[in-house]
Protein backbone atom coordinates (compact mmCIF):
# COMPACT_ATOMS: atom_id res chain seq x y z
CA UNK A 1 0.00 0.00 0.00
CA UNK A 2 1.62 3.35 -0.94
CA UNK A 3 1.41 6.48 0.65
CA UNK A 4 -1.39 7.81 -1.47
CA UNK A 5 -3.39 5.01 -0.23
CA UNK A 6 -2.77 5.56 3.69
CA UNK A 7 -3.88 9.01 3.00
CA UNK A 8 -6.80 8.26 1.69
CA UNK A 9 -7.53 5.82 4.59
CA UNK A 10 -6.98 8.72 6.86
CA UNK A 11 -9.20 11.26 4.79
CA UNK A 12 -11.86 8.93 4.76
CA UNK A 13 -11.67 7.18 8.38
CA UNK A 14 -10.48 10.28 10.87
CA UNK A 15 -12.65 12.67 12.41
CA UNK A 16 -12.36 15.82 13.71
CA UNK A 17 -8.73 15.89 15.63
CA UNK A 18 -8.29 12.24 14.67
CA UNK A 19 -5.56 12.96 11.99
CA UNK A 20 -3.41 15.62 14.43
CA UNK A 21 -3.80 12.41 16.74
CA UNK A 22 -2.49 10.20 14.51
CA UNK A 23 0.72 12.69 13.11
CA UNK A 24 1.49 13.23 16.30
CA UNK A 25 1.79 9.34 17.66
CA UNK A 26 3.39 9.02 14.22
CA UNK A 27 5.95 11.29 15.39
CA UNK A 28 6.41 10.04 18.88
CA UNK A 29 7.13 6.71 17.62
CA UNK A 30 9.67 7.57 15.42
CA UNK A 31 11.25 10.54 17.08
CA UNK A 32 15.03 9.58 18.43
CA UNK A 33 14.70 11.72 20.67
CA UNK A 34 11.14 10.80 22.32
CA UNK A 35 10.31 7.95 25.18
CA UNK A 36 10.65 4.62 23.37
CA UNK A 37 14.16 5.33 20.93
CA UNK A 38 12.40 6.01 18.14
CA UNK A 39 13.03 3.84 15.11
CA UNK A 40 15.35 1.85 16.77
CA UNK A 41 13.34 1.88 19.53
CA UNK A 42 10.71 0.71 17.38
CA UNK A 43 12.45 -1.72 15.72
CA UNK A 44 13.35 -3.51 18.98
CA UNK A 45 9.71 -3.65 20.15
CA UNK A 46 8.72 -5.47 16.99
CA UNK A 47 11.43 -8.05 17.09
CA UNK A 48 10.74 -8.45 21.42
CA UNK A 49 6.50 -9.14 19.81
CA UNK A 50 7.45 -11.46 17.42
CA UNK A 51 7.46 -9.31 14.26
CA UNK A 52 10.60 -8.08 13.52
CA UNK A 53 10.22 -9.83 10.16
CA UNK A 54 7.53 -7.40 9.28
CA UNK A 55 9.35 -4.22 10.30
CA UNK A 56 12.30 -5.55 8.64
CA UNK A 57 10.63 -5.61 5.22
CA UNK A 58 9.45 -1.89 6.07
CA UNK A 59 13.26 -0.98 6.14
CA UNK A 60 14.38 -3.18 3.01
CA UNK A 61 14.36 -2.01 -0.44
CA UNK A 62 12.06 -4.80 -0.78
CA UNK A 63 7.84 -4.61 -0.64
CA UNK A 64 6.31 -3.69 2.67
CA UNK A 65 4.67 -6.65 4.88
CA UNK A 66 1.00 -5.28 6.07
CA UNK A 67 0.33 -5.63 9.68
CA UNK A 68 -2.56 -5.11 11.22
CA UNK A 69 -4.13 -3.80 13.99
CA UNK A 70 -4.19 -6.15 16.29
CA UNK A 71 -0.82 -6.83 15.43
CA UNK A 72 0.46 -3.38 15.91
CA UNK A 73 -1.56 -2.95 19.44
CA UNK A 74 -0.10 -6.15 20.92
CA UNK A 75 3.60 -4.95 19.72
CA UNK A 76 3.33 -1.10 20.66
CA UNK A 77 0.35 -0.97 23.23
CA UNK A 78 2.70 -0.66 26.10
CA UNK A 79 4.13 2.46 24.37
CA UNK A 80 2.96 5.67 26.47
CA UNK A 81 1.72 7.28 23.11
CA UNK A 82 -0.41 4.78 21.84
CA UNK A 83 -1.41 3.63 25.40
CA UNK A 84 -2.75 7.32 26.04
CA UNK A 85 -4.16 7.71 22.85
CA UNK A 86 -5.86 4.67 23.08
CA UNK A 87 -7.58 5.25 26.63
CA UNK A 88 -8.80 8.88 25.03
CA UNK A 89 -10.36 6.91 21.89
CA UNK A 90 -11.88 4.33 22.84
CA UNK A 91 -13.85 1.34 21.35
CA UNK A 92 -14.87 1.43 17.40
CA UNK A 93 -12.63 4.98 17.26
CA UNK A 94 -9.59 3.62 18.75
CA UNK A 95 -9.77 0.47 16.41
CA UNK A 96 -10.05 2.68 13.25
CA UNK A 97 -7.08 4.49 14.51
CA UNK A 98 -5.22 1.58 14.85
CA UNK A 99 -6.37 0.67 11.63
CA UNK A 100 -5.10 3.95 10.25
CA UNK A 101 -1.80 3.90 12.02
CA UNK A 102 -1.22 -0.07 10.50
CA UNK A 103 -1.32 1.69 6.99
CA UNK A 104 0.73 4.87 7.81
CA UNK A 105 3.80 3.61 9.72
CA UNK A 106 5.02 1.06 7.38
CA UNK A 107 5.22 3.88 4.76
CA UNK A 108 6.59 6.72 6.93
CA UNK A 109 9.23 3.46 8.04
CA UNK A 110 10.21 3.22 4.73
CA UNK A 111 10.68 6.78 3.78
CA UNK A 112 12.83 6.65 7.06
CA UNK A 113 15.29 3.94 5.74
CA UNK A 114 15.70 5.14 1.88
CA UNK A 115 18.91 2.98 1.75
CA UNK A 116 17.52 -0.04 3.11
CA UNK A 117 19.01 0.05 6.63
CA UNK A 118 18.52 1.89 9.69
CA UNK A 119 20.43 5.19 9.58
CA UNK A 120 23.44 5.14 11.69
CA UNK A 121 23.19 7.96 13.63
CA UNK A 122 19.80 9.56 14.59
CA UNK A 123 21.71 12.60 12.54
CA UNK A 124 21.64 10.47 9.39
CA UNK A 125 17.80 9.69 9.58
CA UNK A 126 15.49 11.69 7.09
CA UNK A 127 14.09 14.99 8.97
CA UNK A 128 10.81 13.04 10.46
CA UNK A 129 8.94 16.80 10.38
CA UNK A 130 9.50 16.98 7.09
CA UNK A 131 8.02 13.43 5.90
CA UNK A 132 5.26 13.85 7.97
CA UNK A 133 5.31 17.62 7.41
CA UNK A 134 4.97 16.67 3.49
CA UNK A 135 1.75 14.25 4.45
CA UNK A 136 -0.03 16.92 6.50
CA UNK A 137 -0.04 18.71 3.12
CA UNK A 138 -1.00 15.87 1.32
CA UNK A 139 -4.42 15.80 3.99
CA UNK A 140 -4.80 19.33 4.01
CA UNK A 141 -5.09 19.52 0.44
Given at each position: ???????NGLLNGAAGGGQNDLMALASQLLD??????????LVQQFEQGGLGQVI???ISNGQNLPI??????????GHPALAGLLQQAQGP??????GQLAQLLPE??????PQGQLPATPAEAPDLGSLLGGLSGLLKG
Open positions: MGLLDAVSNAPGGGLGGGSWSAEQLQSVLGQGQAMLLVNRMT
